[in-house]
């Protein structure tokens, strides 16, 4: 079974101060990780993935994540902090090792983002 | 390409009433998925189709939760009888077998009074 702790419900930081979201997984198996945003009343939207390949991922909107096997981590993070930034973020960990839950999320609690002028 | 469309986006109801939603993936997409977001939570996988079969149900309260992908298109994810405990929002998401990336609609917010 596998398992996601995203450290911190609630992140707050200036315009322009580096974005620090902390995710950790358990998995039995090699994982596939991946950082969700949502804003307010929408759906969730992906912002990068990691599936094996190199272990730094950029994303979309200057996200970018690095995948840390021996710390179990795959924390999010921006240089820059913009205000159209502000929403909650979920990590995720899925399994692709066949089986029934083939593509199955399991999502952490998520981080309710901040921005301050 | 048209993304994940759910409807009804809003519902309120009272609890031990039934409720309805619906899902129209994205065209080609075969897999299909429900999940249930309560406030403050990450959202938790209800059920998953391939094409018109269950992959997993296990989370899902048989009791009083039903799913259908009939023709392995559009779902409904029903309700009956609700309790105050479903209030949450419902997602839809879709992939297909090739790609590793899920797909969610906007989501129903349900509110059970």
């Known amino acids: 079974a596998q398992s996601v702790t995203q450290l911190g419900s609630h992140v707050s930081v200036s315009e322009g101060a580096l974005v620090l979201l902390r995710c950790n997984y358990s998995?039995?198996?090699?994982?596939?990780l991946f950082w969700y945003v949502q804003y307010p009343n929408q759906g969730l939207q992906l912002l990068l993935k990691y599936t094996s390949a190199a272990t730094l991922v950029k994303g979309i909107n200057g996200f970018e994540a690095e995948f840390k096997k021996s710390e179990t981590s795959f924390h999010l993070t921006k240089p820059s902090a913009h205000m159209s930034d502000a929403a909650e973020y979920f990590c995720a960990v899925s399994v692709h090792a066949g089986g029934t839950s083939y593509g199955k999320l399991t999502f952490g609690q998520g981080t309710i983002l901040t921005v301050h002028p | 390409e048209a993304g994940v469309a759910q409807s009804p986006r809003y519902k309120i109801i009272e609890k031990r009433q039934s409720v309805a939603f619906w899902c129209n993936p994205i065209?080609?997409?075969?897999?299909l998925y429900w999940y249930q977001q309560i406030l403050g939570q990450g959202p938790k996988l209800l059920i998953q189709?391939?094409?018109?079969?269950?992959?997993?149900d296990s989370q899902l309260p048989k009791d009083r939760f039903s799913a259908e992908r009939l023709k392995g298109v559009d779902s409904t994810l029903k309700i009956q009888p609700a309790k105050l405990e479903d209030s949450a929002v419902y997602l839809c998401?879709?992939?297909?077998?090739?790609?590793?990336?899920?797909?969610f609609g906007a989501g129903t917010r349900l509110s059970v009074l």
């Open positions: 998995s039995s198996v090699p994982p596939y």
């Open positions: 189709f391939q094409n018109n079969g269950v992959v997993d």
């Open positions: 065209s080609g997409h075969a897999t």
């Open positions: 998401a879709s992939r297909t077998i090739r790609r590793d990336i899920q797909y």
